[in-house]
């Protein structure tokens, strides 16, 4: 299973953007996508995740209400559309996939997930 995230860039705050993540090799094994994120100098933190067989998304707390993830069953491909970005948002973002079936609780740790794209940087600038 490869992945590979795109769509990262320069934003002012205020701003929006869209991040993509393409899977291939395998897709069709997947179960659960995600989006993490990480700082210079901090842990990778839980963005948002959801199934590819549908449910509400589930979104970490500090994107909650600006962050939306979405997906494209057919395309194999995931999107997290950002807007009212902070520049504490600045970070690498990373699309990472199980094919394990992970119950909500664990949706957010990174170990619960096999497989993840190589990152794309956004930075918000004040």
């Known amino acids: 299973v490869q992945l590979q995230a795109s769509g990262g860039g320069l934003v002012q705050a205020g701003g929006s953007l869209r991040l993509s993540c393409a899977v291939t090799g395998g897709a069709s094994r997947t179960n659960v996508m995600a989006w993490f994120r990480q700082a210079p100098g901090k842990e990778r933190e839980f963005v948002a995740a959801?199934?590819?067989?549908?449910?509400?998304?589930r979104y970490g707390d500090s994107v909650k209400g600006r962050f939306t993830f979405s997906k494209e069953n057919a395309k194999k491909t995931i999107y997290l559309q950002m807007n009212s970005l902070k520049p504490e948002d600045t970070a690498v973002y990373y699309c990472a996939t199980t094919t394990r079936g992970l119950i909500w609780s664990t949706m957010d740790i990174t170990d619960s997930y096999d497989y993840w794209g190589q990152g794309t940087l956004v930075t918000v600038s004040s």
């Open positions: 959801n199934r590819w067989s549908g449910g509400s998304a």
